[in-house]
């Protein structure tokens, strides 16, 4: 089945700085990628996705960028501030059900003030 | 739309208890997933619904875990009977065909069996 590898698990950033978290995937199917974040007692939250057809995707200060031939991706998360701490996973779909995302195991960010 | 509801947020429970999980989808999403969260397996699938059929119950742990959809509105996961190593976070999720695959998930319920 699908793997998704992410890294790394702790992230720490002075605010103002740029985060970099990044994921690789098994499943050469694979064809949408979504990040999600998690704040502290909440369910995730879907923050940023791109699909196999794109290279990247931006949204103000979060973009993804997705590499096909290597088989991962990476989001990115510039002018950090400390409401961006948080957990964030990566994720990706696993070819035997287009509805089912497989998780990678999460990266701890934490922006310093 | 109130989003993905969850109930109850938190259950402390005795081993051997019967546990009922519940949760309301957002309405008009065709998709409902049941997660389970651990600090040792991160998010693990149990099973996912499509229009209120059961899909993929292949993450289930075991016999002692089933869910139902009985309508679009609502569905349960149960735990008969509970044991420690159930303890976790669960989070419920539902998604609509057609958009971009996005989850919405609720806000968990963390169970605690003692």
């Known amino acids: 089945g699908e793997n998704v590898e992410q890294h790394p698990s702790t992230l720490s950033v002075q605010e103002g700085d740029s985060a970099v978290i990044k994921c690789t995937y098994s499943d050469s199917a694979s064809n949408y990628f979504p990040w999600y974040k998690q704040e502290l007692g909440k369910g995730p939250q879907l923050i940023i996705d791109?699909?196999?057809?794109?290279g990247e995707k931006k949204d103000q200060r979060i973009a993804v960028t997705l590499n096909k031939t290597a088989k991962h991706f990476s989001l990115h998360i510039t002018e950090t501030q400390p409401e961006d701490s948080a957990v964030y996973f990566c994720a990706a779909t696993f070819s035997g059900s287009a509805r089912q995302l497989t998780f990678g195991s999460g990266t701890q960010l934490t922006v310093l003030p | 739309d109130a989003g993905v509801i969850q109930s109850p947020r938190h259950e402390v429970t005795e081993m051997g208890q019967e546990v009922t999980l519940r949760c309301k989808p957002i309405s008009g999403h065709d998709y409902l997933f049941w997660y389970r969260q651990t600090m040792m397996r991160g998010l693990e699938l149990l099973i996912y619904f499509n229009n209120n059929v059961p899909i993929d119950d292949s993450g289930m742990p075991e016999d002692r875990f089933s869910a139902k959809m009985p309508n679009a509105s609502f569905s349960t996961l149960k735990i008969q009977p509970s044991e420690p190593r159930d303890s976790a976070v669960y989070f419920c999720?539902?998604?609509?065909?057609?958009?971009?695959?996005?989850?919405?998930f609720g806000s968990g319920t963390r169970l605690t069996v003692v």
């Open positions: 999720a539902s998604s609509f065909r057609g958009k971009d695959y996005g989850y919405t």
């Open positions: 791109i699909r196999s057809n794109v």
